[in-house]
């Protein structure tokens, strides 16, 4: 069993960065894929970031050079940087976790735990 905490999110000016980070418990981390996946209103959840158990990272389109998914193995914590701020990056962001966790994946079903959301909000 994994259990997820996001924090980190807030509101923020166009153009600005903010750091989420997701704490993970359970003694399987470094075993997991981690993602971040962010919901809208109004639109379905979708993926943004994710990164194997060996570090291999994978970004969306909508969010490549501008955000950085990072783990730290010994802290259990996961981490996007978000750079460069757009308002359509406004959502809840969502961390989860996938045991097979030797390549990474962007499909939600994938993804077997998740936290419970942090709100970002970017103004223009």
């Known amino acids: 069993q994994v259990q997820l905490v996001e924090s980190g999110g807030g509101l923020v000016q166009a153009g600005g960065s903010l750091r989420l980070s997701c704490a993970a418990s359970g003694r399987t981390f470094s075993r997991y894929a981690m993602g971040w996946f962010r919901q809208a209103p109004g639109k379905e959840r979708e993926f943004v970031a994710a990164i194997s158990w060996s570090a291999s990272t994978v970004y969306s389109d909508s969010v490549k050079g501008r955000f950085t998914i990072s783990r730290v193995y010994g802290k259990n914590t996961v981490y996007l940087q978000m750079n460069s701020l757009k308002p359509e990056d406004t959502a809840i962001y969502y961390c989860?976790?996938?045991?097979?966790?030797?390549?990474?994946?962007?499909?939600?079903?994938?993804?077997?735990?998740w936290g419970q959301g942090t709100q970002v909000t970017v103004s223009s």
């Open positions: 989860a976790a996938d045991s097979a966790g030797k390549v990474v994946t962007t499909a939600t079903s994938e993804y077997e735990y």
